[in-house]
């Protein structure tokens, strides 16, 4: 795809709430721990990230869904197993 027409399409209109998203998420988390030193703010555009991050997965590569569904039911029954001992 090359780098400027990848740069292009995420700034085309379908991707330009992600991309807005995403890079705001990347300031806020700057801000927030580095000028206000808030552990919370810091931690909810931290998540705001990785949100983002998932639904890039999702949406660009091929089986991404069904990677996501796998990985949650893994983790889900690994948790299960480490709560009831």
Do not use: D, E
């Amino acid at each position: 795809m090359g780098p400027m027409n990848y740069v292009y399409h995420l700034l085309s209109a379908p991707r330009l709430p992600f991309t807005a998203a995403y890079f705001g998420s990347i300031a806020m988390t700057l801000v927030f721990s580095l000028k206000l030193h808030s552990t919370i703010l810091t931690l909810f555009s931290a998540l705001v990230q990785l949100a983002c991050l998932l639904w890039y997965l999702i949406s660009y590569f091929p089986m991404g869904s069904t990677g996501l569904r796998l990985a949650a039911s893994f983790g889900t029954r690994q948790a299960t197993s480490w709560m009831s001992g």
